[in-house]
Antibody, heavy 121, light 108 residues
Framework: QVQLQESGPGLVKPSGTLSLTCAVS?????????WSWVRQPPGKGLEWIGE???????SYNPSLKSRVTISVDKSKNQFSLKLSSVTAADTAVYFC??????????????WGKGTTVTVSS | EIVLTQSPGTLSLSPGERATLSCRAS???????LVWYQQKPGQAPRLLIY???SRATGIPDRFSGSGSGTDFTLTISRLEPEDFAVYYC?????????FGQGTKLEIK
């Protein structure tokens, strides 16, 4: 079965760029799914960041769009998140998830365990 | 942007009781695009219900979803100890794919 694993630095300096990767195992990133990033600030709710298809098509949350880039590396079966000009407000647990779309239904059915990113000097 | 408002913010119940959680959308959402997740501390969200009323694989039948348009409900018929968690609704009707703020289900 498909599994997802986030990786990347746990500490990023203010004004720097947060970079995370999500490795897909047990399945192909070329499948008919989209792949999403979701974050959760400490003690708060979930926020959808954006998504990517294996073709490279993307969709971003307008609240973050100017700072977000999501890319895919099919050769490594992984996708990545870059968030620029970070502030303390970007401190959160970052999850990657499979965005399942079939039969007219959309949902996130496979999630990584999440990785904590702290923005601090 | 579609805003999802969940109520109550916190629900205090005892094992064996029935839980009813509400998710109200600021504009109509197709039932196909309304999803419920469960999240326990330190864990990723877990898919419970998709299409407003279809249980995900492996989800016990004490969990049920209903609703249409702007009003959706998650019902847990008889609470088990492992059901105490935070529940989120999410809509895929239009981007950005927003989540509700969550309902915390706690043991009374």
């Amino acid at each position: 079965q498909v599994q997802l694993q986030e990786s990347g630095p746990g500490l990023v300096k203010p004004s720097g760029t947060l970079s995370l990767t999500c490795a897909v195992s047990g399945g192909s990133i070329n499948s008919t799914n989209w792949w999403s990033w979701v974050r959760q600030p400490p003690g708060k709710g979930l926020e959808w960041i954006g998504e990517i298809y294996h073709s490279g098509s993307t969709s971003y949350n307008p609240s973050l769009k100017s700072r977000v880039t999501i890319s895919v590396d099919k050769s490594k079966n992984q996708f990545s998140l870059k968030l620029s000009s970070v502030t303390a407000a970007d401190t959160a647990v970052y999850f990657c998830a499979r965005d399942f779309r079939r039969g007219g239904y959309y949902y996130m059915d496979v999630w990584g365990k999440g990785t904590t990113v702290t923005v601090s000097s | 942007e579609i805003v999802l408002t969940q109520s109550p913010g916190t629900l205090s119940l005892s094992p064996g009781e029935r839980a009813t959680l509400s998710c109200r959308a600021s504009q109509s959402v197709s039932s196909n695009y309304l999803v419920w997740y469960q999240q326990k501390p330190g864990q990723a969200p877990r898919l419970l219900i998709y299409g407003a009323s279809s249980r995900a694989t492996g989800i016990p039948d004490r969990f049920s979803g209903s609703g249409s348009g702007t009003d959706f409900t998650l019902t847990i018929s008889r609470l088990e100890p492992e059901d105490f968690a935070v529940y989120y609704c999410q809509q895929y009707g239009s981007s950005p794919y927003t989540f509700g703020q969550g309902t915390k289900l706690e043991i009374k």
